[in-house]
């Protein structure tokens, strides 16, 4: 059986496929996002970040990752939440969510990504992925969470968050 509820899934056991980063950098009343080009949610408003490579920590994938796609360096990086995600089609993916007020640099549009800044008070939740709006607020609050999600492809199905 497949699991379609959050509840289905013994998330003691539970193990992803990858390990990901996500670092929202929030600067006064703006918010620093990318348009993905490529990869998991091409297309979509997004923080930079992407996969864990072997043997990496978390905060030092957050930072390659914010230099591979933007060419900055987040100075800051602190890790506020975490989400689990699970796909009915079998993929799996934690992502460890980092909040930075300062980076170095000016971001630059890259092969992988085009940087934007939003206002915090109009971010375009339309254009991310559709679990963004329930959990976002809490990086821009700076409420350390953790979430869990099932998704359909780019469908939420079920959810669970957590403040910690």
Known sequence: MVARRVGEIDWTTWRAAD???????????RMLLIRKKRGLGAG??????GRLDPGESWQTA???EMEEELRVTPLDPVQVGENRF????GYSIH???FRATVILGEPTE???ATPYWFDLAALPYGEMWEDDRLWVPHVIANRPFSGRFVFDGDVMLDHAIELL
């Open 19 to 29: 390990r990901a980063t996500l670092t929202f950098v929030v600067a006064g009343s």
């Open 44 to 49: 979509k408003i997004n923080a930079p970040g």
């Open 62 to 64: 957050a930072v390659r």
């Open 86 to 89: 699970q796909f009915l089609d």
């Open 95 to 97: 992502v460890a969510i």
């Open 110 to 112: 890259t092969d992988e």
